[in-house]
């Protein structure tokens, strides 16, 4: 059995569901994890906001905008007046629980409440959906078994054994649905994998019922060399090595959840990233080896701040680098990037919530600067120490562009550079150009 996740332009529509719906039926009895219709969280983010605010008619103006965009989207994709019954039924019951929130106080726990509805309401639809078409299609709901503990990490146990009661109980089912994101917490609350965290979802389910293969289904033709919003001439990548994806994902191509990759790549579970409107693409295949001696891909970061640290004491001393390792532990914010010297070292961070309490702490240690707007260009391959002019010409690609940090040797994988804001395109645009298109 696979599991195949469609993300939320891959069922944006009427029309984008019923080709799914085709896809997933000439696949075969298979996991089908699926994310809200696109747009759809980000309006229940919205909603949240007026609701926080208590801004209750922005919240109801919204919550009817959005219910007649679904009420558009049952009319086309039924074709019986029973089902677009069912389906209004199902989503009319959805939205009057959204509305129930302008009532009363509202906290984070209410907003992951209506945050839920979106991936309820697309699962809801592709299942009725399915049904109408003859297909027997078995929603597995994703509150019954996806859970996580008490540090907010997956519950792999409890999800394996829930799931596999559940898959067990449905055997006679020709496919399975679920929803993508949303979880319940140890304390049985709805809560949810964050943001873009249907891969995650996906990823999961494949490591609990040891999967043949995790698809993430989305629109483009899988991972591509360089970020596609930035650079025109990007091509997809064959084959990545599962550290060189976590690379990527972690360091901002948007196409790959960060989390996803752990799950498979323990269970060594190859993921495959396919896009929906050209089935048949080769797309990129994700596993425990790929092509060696090769840059694949760029990525970046953005929101970074860089801090330096400078310090008479760091030069010959040990135990420097752990008190100022502590202060960033102190204040749970993790680091990216570290360069050091002998008189100084500079971190980077991708979360300022704390960055005052940080700064005040360090300026005991040293003298502190920093560096907002910053980006971090990854450069992601076959990056061992012993292959020759690789770093070089990473490099020489960003000539032009000033660097004000790098980081190369901490994995065999990446080597990443880190940029002012404003430069980020042309450094993207010159790696492009000089790795992979033969420019000089
Ligand atoms: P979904 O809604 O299916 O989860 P996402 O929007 O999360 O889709 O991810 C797909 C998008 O990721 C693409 O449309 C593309 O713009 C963006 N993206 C960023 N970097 C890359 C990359 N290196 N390769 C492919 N897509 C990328
Ligand atoms: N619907 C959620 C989001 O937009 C989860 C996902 O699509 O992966 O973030
Ligand atoms: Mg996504």
Redesign the pocket.
């Known amino acids: 059995m696979k599991v195949l996740k469609f ?2 332009t891959s069922v944006g529509s009427a029309q984008r569901m019923k080709e799914v719906a085709k896809l997933i039926t000439e696949r075969g009895k298979n996991i089908i994890v699926l ?2 219709m696109s747009g ?3 309006t229940l983010v919205e909603i949240s906001d007026y609701l926080y605010k208590k801004n209750v008619d922005g919240a109801k103006e919204t919550v009817n905008t959005l219910e007649a965009k679904y009420r558009r989207t049952i009319d086309e994709l039924y074709a019986t007046q029973d089902f677009k019954d069912k389906a209004t039924k199902e989503i009319k019951a959805c939205f009057n629980y959204i509305r129930s929130f302008t009532k009363d106080i509202f906290t984070l726990f209410e907003e992951k409440e209506i ?1 839920a509805q ?2 309820l309401m697309s699962t809801a639809l592709m299942t009725l959906y399915l049904q109408e078409q003859g297909v027997n299609a078995e929603l597995i709901p994703a509150l019954d078994f996806m859970r996580t503990d008490k540090n907010a990490e997956p519950d792999t146990q409890y999800i394996k054994q829930k799931l596999t009661a559940l898959l067990d109980k449905h055997a006679d089912a020709q496919l399975f649905i679920t929803q ?2 949303i979880c319940r917490n140890a304390y049985g609350e709805i809560d ?8 995650y ?1 996906a990823s999961l389910i494949g490591a609990a019922i040891n999967a043949d293969e995790i698809e993430i289904w989305t629109d483009i033709d899988g991972m591509h060399n360089n970020d596609p919003r930035y650079v025109s001439n990007t091509q997809p990548v064959d084959e990545l090595h599962f550290e060189e994806a976590a690379e990527l994902a972690y360091f901002g191509a948007k196409i790959l ?1 960060p989390t996803c990759v752990l799950p498979a790549k323990l269970n060594n579970i190859p993921v495959r990233l396919l896009n929906t409107m050209q089935p048949e693409a080769h797309g990129t295949l994700i596993y425990n080896s790929s092509a060696s001696c090769m840059i694949k891909a760029v990525a970046a970061k953005d929101n970074i701040t860089a801090i330096k640290i400078k310090s008479g004491r760091m030069l010959l001393a040990y135990g420097f680098l752990r008190k100022v390792f502590e202060i960033f532990e102190t204040y749970q914010t993790p680091i990216d990037m570290i360069a050091t010297s002998e008189v100084g070292v500079s971190v980077t961070i991708d979360n300022e919530r704390n960055l005052s309490h940080i700064l005040d702490d360090l300026k005991k240690f040293g003298t502190v600067t920093i560096d907002r707007d910053m980006v971090i260009i990854c450069v992601v391959g076959d990056l061992e120490w012993q292959n020759r002019g690789f770093e070089a010409r990473a490099l020489d690609a960003l000539r032009d562009i000033p660097v004000r940090m790098i980081s190369y040797g901490g994995s065999n994988y990446n080597i990443s550079f880190l940029v002012r804001k404003e430069d980020k395109v042309a450094a993207l645009n010159a790696l492009s150009d000089h790795l992979f298109n033969n420019q000089q």
């Open positions: 993300g939320g994310s809200a759809t969280t980000n945050l979106g991936e993508g994101y949810n994998l964050q943001r873009g965290g249907s891969d979802t959840h």
